[in-house]
């Protein structure tokens, strides 16, 4: 063999490495899971996966190269199952969509659906369907992908379900905290002061100023004091990933590191904050994530 030849050799085994570096094995097997999948790459895994979201109801060209549709999709996936929301494929993300391939299927919302009669028509539940997908009500939009659940059978689904939703009955005794009108109900609305529509994710309930305020279950007060629009707040953390909240008041009672009684007076109903009238703005958080508190409340 000749230099030249030799040198030719000598090239394309350099390029050829190259290639293989830094577009993330194009040319490795189509096992899916083998390698990180994301943007740029290429191969019969990438085909592999966009198989899977097209079985499951995405719509997705299956050609075998990873470009903005297929990461589009990944990221739709990761946001509803609240891993990192970052386009790749790895072991967790991976995990998930299997788990979707076995147990659960991708609905796209059509123009007159409503969360009923897809739940009627899946033989699921409403709050099933809302917990899974982290919506912050009822509402849905033509050409919105939902995943529907199916048997959650795997890990993945049941931590985002093990999570309470409103028809499952609370460890955790919740009473009134005042009692009087409710004046703004929870879920969407026209903002009484900006006039924009907004998530309520509380309910206002309407009594004179200077009303007593009582803790609606037991527990340890992790915020008291200022807290912007909602004006002088507080918050008691009652385990199990449930906490109160308290909005508005005129005077508070507690101190952070407080701990409370059910039924023990924490405040005095006021209008600070971003509030029209005297009212207290009383919200239930489950992991973080508000809830009606009329699911609850006894």
Sequence with gaps: MCLRTKCKLASLCVLVCLLIVTTGTILASGNLGRRLLSNGVAGEDVAQLQKIFLDIGFTVQVDGFFGPQTEAIVRQIQECFGIVVDGIVGSQTLKVINDLKENSSIYIVKPGDNLSIIARNFQTSINAIITLNRLESSIIHSGQPLVIPGRMSSNAVQ?????????????????????????????????????????????????????????????????????????????????????????????LLVKAEDYVAVGEIIAEVGSTGLATGPHLDFRIKIYGETVNPLDYLQ
């Design 159 to 251: 931590s985002v379900m093990a999570q309470p939703t409103s028809n499952q009955r609370s460890k955790i005794q919740f009473r009134w905290p005042v009692v009087g009108r409710i004046s703004s109900p929870y879920g969407w609305r026209t903002h009484p002061i900006t006039k924009e529509r907004d998530f309520h994710g509380g309910i206002d309930i309407a009594v004179p100023k200077g009303t007593a305020v009582r803790a609606a279950a037991s527990g340890r007060v992790v915020t008291a004091g200022w807290m912007g629009s909602y004006g002088q707040g507080i918050v008691i953390d009652h385990g199990d990933g449930y906490s109160t909240w308290y909005g508005h008041n005129s005077r």
